[in-house]
């Protein structure tokens, strides 16, 4: 019954996307063996080895080289709730359900020692850095206790249903049921301070300096650190959509990595708590982390039976930008700069067009632009060169960001409409009014031509200026707008369209179908179906394609954004780190940047926040920065 009782429970390389998926790939294998829940994982001292203990009583040893198990160990007849290397790398121990703890020799798989450490179930083991003592903590007992290792004689306890030992062997945290969070010498037992935390603490882990503490908690799903010598709260981490189970300091404690009953593995500075990526690969619960000693991987124990190995950072540079009450967003053709649309705060028809280095989060330069009436909408064209804008007065003026000036204004329209999206070419504006009903204007003489059938549910360009539409019949709908040419082509009853996707090579189409939480696969051409993604999670219509072809990314209901290989199906990566829902993924044109946009709440009107993933220069390590710009 693996748990401690509840108390009353992110100039670049050329390589295209898919090779560097492959190289920052956050998860990056996948370890079978157990049989039922894996609750722990621990490195050997030296990182050769990996332990893995589950609820189906066994303990998988595997060597780190090529990750094939050398050593099972039929550990328990009950549940094994920890295993933990001696110091020497010669014996494991392991606690169970049934409160024992035994000493096993890992070369033989023998069983050394084993005795009664708890009235009921024994859920963490250590042993001192000298390897002459273990500590075990009990769950029912509600007792942390300390054992000669040669003798198997009690030396003495302590109260509490968990604990973590600093690097130094001397310093012991322990916690309990009623919130307390208790600071000891282990070597004399004695209390050194107390401090009141929030019930349900699941795990701890002290920085390898020993100079800070963070606990996880599943009732509030908060990662909490510490300050140890003052014994002073510094930071309070929230971004779990569940409890948080599981929790670790990366190699030089810049880093927390914390796994949550949501599945997720986030990633936190350790200074600010900005969330810093997320992994999710996990089926359910992450039980526990462990980090190697080269502090270069990451495992973690499922409650879907598995180990998953992960790089120790997250895979790709992040940049994350707040943005103002009408979400429009603009990206160069080159990749290298990012333009935002912000509300003036003085006049309702001042705006100022920003400027921002993706790579390094510097404001270059702001734009200020006058409307004739407040806003209602705005788009930028695919290369971020043509701003379409819209306002009260029925008016759309087009801004030319090369340079800076207003280029023209249109006729007015008869009713309110916003911008939706330019054509590749930049001729045809894609707008809808406030009922829904899309139309298209030719920018060239400004007037608006008329759809060669009932105006389509949704409707986006293909790289040669075509428009594919999805009516509400269940069809798809064809059209050329500069020969008029049309066709239609009905799917199978089967397969419900939902809003449509266009590849930057304009040769393939991407639909979700809401109903079967699905991606389906069309050719732009023939509109016939051709392949199809599954996932458990629902994907929320927000799709974008590489321009190489090889990866679709979507948008989640659980807040990630998922990138899959085309060719296979198969998910290659999930980024996390979103708090509310996203409304928008987009690649540049060279691949290798994933721009995505996403309200900063659970609410739909914003405030909203641009993320921007891109590589680091050596396409292994992330390159986490962070400027978030707040109205």
């Not at 600093?166 to 916690?175: E, R």
């Not at 982390?289 to 879907?304: M, V």
């Not at 759809?451 to 009516?471: N, R």
């Not at 979700?512 to 458990?536: C, G, Q, Y």
Request: aromatic residues 8%.
């Amino acid at each position: 019954m693996r748990h401690q009782p509840r108390p009353g429970e992110d100039d670049l390389r050329e390589f295209a996307w898919h090779y560097l998926l492959r190289r920052c790939h956050n998860e990056r294998r996948t370890l079978t063996g157990h049989q039922d829940e894996v609750y722990s994982v621990q490195f050997s001292p030296h990182g050769d080895l990996l332990a893995s203990a589950g609820k189906d009583g066994t303990v998988l040893i595997r060597d780190t080289r090529t990750w094939q198990p050398v050593q099972k160990i039929a550990a328990s007849r009950t549940e094994v709730n920890d295993a933990a290397f001696s110091p020497d790398a010669t014996t494991l121990a392991t606690v169970d359900d049934d409160g024992k703890l035994k000493l096993w020799d890992i070369a033989t798989g023998q069983c050394q020692m084993e005795w009664l450490a708890h009235a009921g179930d024994a859920l963490r083991a250590r042993f001192t850095p000298d390897g002459k003592r273990i500590i075990t903590a009990g769950g029912k007992d509600g007792l942390v206790r300390i054992w000669d290792r040669s003798s198997g004689a009690a030396i003495g306890d302590m109260p509490g249903r968990g604990f973590a030992l600093a690097p130094d062997g001397v310093t012991l945290a322990s916690w309990g049921a009623g919130g307390a969070l208790n600071f000891y010498n282990s070597c004399t037992r004695a209390l050194i301070f107390s401090r009141r935390e929030p019930p349900g603490i699941m795990d701890a882990v002290f920085s390898h300096d020993g100079t800070k503490l963070a606990t996880t908690h599943e009732a509030d799903q908060t990662v909490r650190v510490w300050d140890v010598k003052p014994g002073t709260l510094v930071g309070e981490f929230q971004g779990h959509n569940d409890g948080v189970f599981s929790v670790a300091f990366s190699a030089d404690d810049r880093t927390i990595i914390s796994g949550g009953d949501d599945a997720a593995i986030r990633f936190w500075d350790a200074a600010t708590g900005v969330q810093r990526g997320a992994g999710q690969g996990h089926a359910g619960r992450v039980w526990g982390l462990a980090l190697s000693p080269d502090g270069r991987t990451l495992a973690s124990a499922g409650r879907d039976g598995t180990v998953k190995l992960w790089d120790s950072e997250p895979p790709l540079h992040h940049l994350k930008v707040a943005v103002s009450d009408h979400p429009s967003i603009g990206i160069s053709s080159n990749g290298r700069r990012l333009l935002t649309l912000e509300l003036g705060k003085s006049s309702s028809t001042l705006l100022s067009v920003a400027r921002w280095d993706v790579r390094s989060g510097l404001l270059l330069e702001r734009t200020p632009l006058r409307l004739s009436g407040p806003l209602t909408g705005a788009a930028f064209s695919p290369d971020g060169q043509w701003l379409a804008i819209t306002t009260m007065d029925r008016g759309l003026t087009l801004w030319n960001s090369a340079t800076g000036r207003l280029q023209a204004v249109l006729e007015q329209s008869r009713s309110i409409v916003v911008p939706l999206g330019f054509s590749p070419d930049g001729r045809y504006l894609l707008q809808g009014d406030p009922g829904g009903k899309l139309s298209l204007r030719d920018l060239s003489n400004g007037r608006v031509i008329a759809w060669p059938w009932e105006t389509p549910l949704c409707a986006t360009f293909t790289s040669s200026g075509e428009v594919i539409a999805v009516g509400g019949d269940n069809r798809f709908l064809q059209w050329d707008p500069r020969t008029g040419r049309s066709k239609s082509h009905w799917v199978s009853p089967a397969v419900h369209l939902g809003s449509v996707t266009s590849s930057q090579d304009g040769g393939m189409l991407a639909t979700p179908d809401f109903f079967t939480h699905r991606v389906h696969l069309w050719s732009a051409e023939t509109l016939e179906l051709k392949n199809e993604l599954t996932r458990a999670v629902l994907i929320n219509g927000v799709l974008a394609f590489t321009p190489d072809m090889r990866t679709l990314a979507s948008a989640g209901s659980d807040r990630t954004v998922t990138l899959w290989e085309l060719a296979t199906g198969q998910e290659l990566m999930t980024l996390g780190g979103f708090t509310g829902k996203i409304y928008m993924l987009r690649f540049t044109a060279d691949g290798k940047v994933l721009v995505a946009l996403s309200s900063k709440g659970p609410g739909d009107l914003g405030p909203w926040e641009v993320f921007l993933w891109v590589a680091d220069e050596d396409w292994q390590k992330p390159w986490p920065r962070t400027f978030i710009r707040d109205k």
